[in-house]
């Protein structure tokens, strides 16, 4: 090992900083951080640094949170100005429309998560939706999850294959299932509910933007 480098490694584990070894040892950082950015120890000493100057400068710190609070506004906002422009060639989709109104319906609105959810019990509703993603939106299948809310008395491998069969999703896109208690005997979904989700921030927002201007558009009707 280069002599620098073990006087390097002997000042980062004493808890330096890139440019403190760098002053000291006239090595440039961006050197120092190809040696040490990978190792665990580094990294644990890096997150404490990091830490500490925070606490030492909280007002940089508020900067710092109100400068990435007003990025992703204006990110969210590009994706809202980019689902107004869509929606007037995207409403005369069928497919679209009828994947659209389901979300307004059955599907997660959180404006806080930027996941697209969808869970239902029936077949069509979840194929419909399914197409809506792949075909309507052009979302990526290997973007597209889906899982499974079952009774503890069901084969998760034999409603899994229900669920593919009527609704033509890959099996491949299936998490774990969840099992419940069901409050009643008898009144219980026999094949569980089956759930769409995408993660998707860009998504998520154009879906919300799409669902206002649609409630426009029947405001008018």
Known sequence: MRKDKEKATELRRLGKSYKEISRILDIPTATLCGWFKNLDWSIEIRNRLGANASFAYPEKLKLMVAATKKKYALLHEKYRQEAAREFGELKKNRLFLSGLMLYWGEGERNPKSSQVRLGNSDPLMIKTFYLFLKKAVHMPESKIGAWLLLYPDLIESVQKKFWCASTGLPANIFKKSIYIKGKHPTKRMAYGVCT????????????LKWIELAADDLRNV
Do not use: I
């Open 196 to 207: 769409l989700y995408v993660s998707s921030r860009a998504l998520k927002e154009r879906m």
